[in-house]
């Protein structure tokens, strides 16, 4: 089976990469274009997707590792995973308790964290943060995505999402709207403003029940402070324009290190 047929087969990747709007492909494409390039400097070593959904990037870069890892919290995605993509050489997915107890076989070169934190409710963003760090060999990088969901970006996003809707996009039809008063305040957003974040309980396939949010409401400075107290952040990126900076982007990236010091970063990541 064709490489491309796989990741056809991937529920996020035909939302997202194969997307029949134009738009939601170019800018998801180009957003596994810089994952690429990203992780591409530490070839040869491990990799971890730590919330590798559909396995759409381990599938995009398992060739270039010496082990390719995804993990997440669902453990129907891992299963599913496994299923279709598990044949791969250098490739396995393991459900995210079994990194619980992690032995130093389970520390990795580079990792991977996309489109994942923003979902987290604040008082679990700093463990998944603990668990980066902890995951991470000293020294080691760890590449964290998250959208941009505030300023002009929002409004761009908002249209689009629209549009994709009324083309028939069943995926856009109950996305995420704003009050007046509420997308006014993310529109001009600072760095510490917030609105409420409705939230969702769902029950996983091994029963566990988890709080996740949507989009909204996500402001990415919030999230900055956070992981700015368990990594130096060499990096900040954006795409998938990067010449604009945060203006008109959809992802901004931070490219961080894990201190080699004995003052590790799982130690000092926020409680």
Same mark, same amino acid.
């Given at each position: ?14 939302? $997202? ?6 738009? !939601? ?5 180009? *957003? /596994? +274009?810089? @994952?690429? %390039? ?44 496994? $299923? ?6 250098? !490739? ?5 308790? *079994? /990194? +619980?107890? @992690?032995? %130093? ?167």
């Amino acid at each position: 089976m064709s490489d491309e047929r796989l990741l056809r087969q991937g529920h996020y990747a035909r939302k $997202q990469l194969f997307s029949r709007n134009a738009v !939601v492909a170019w800018s998801h494409r180009r *957003r /596994f +274009a810089r @994952a690429r %390039d990203l992780v591409t400097p530490y070839a040869g070593g491990t990799l971890l997707d730590y919330g590798c959904g559909d396995g759409t990037f381990i599938a995009l870069v398992h060739e270039l590792f010496a082990e390719a890892t995804g993990t997440d919290i669902d453990d129907a995605q891992v299963a599913g995973c496994t $299923q279709r993509l598990g044949s791969l050489p250098r !490739v396995r997915f393991v459900p995210l308790d *079994r /990194f +619980a107890n @992690a032995t %130093d076989r389970d520390r990795y070169d580079a990792i991977v964290c996309m489109e994942v934190l923003e979902h987290c409710p604040s008082d679990v963003q700093p463990r998944i943060i603990r668990d980066l760090a902890r995951l991470s060999r000293p020294g080691g990088v760890v590449i964290i995505s998250v959208p941009i969901e505030i300023g002009l970006t929002l409004v761009v996003k908002q249209a689009v999402r629209a549009a994709a809707a009324a083309s028939g996009l069943t995926e856009y039809v109950h996305r995420e709207r704003y009050r007046p008063a509420e997308f006014a305040r993310m529109l001009m957003a600072g760095k510490e403003s917030q609105i409420e974040r409705p939230s969702t309980t769902a029950t996983t396939a091994a029963g566990a029940t988890v709080r996740f949010h949507g989009h909204k409401g996500f402001n990415w400075h919030l999230l900055e402070r956070l992981i700015e107290g368990a990594f130096t952040i060499e990096r900040r990126l954006y795409s998938p324009v990067p010449v604009t900076g945060s203006w008109l982007n959809s992802q901004v990236w931070f490219v961080c290190r894990k201190p080699m010091n004995d003052l590790s970063a799982s130690a000092r990541a926020p409680n």
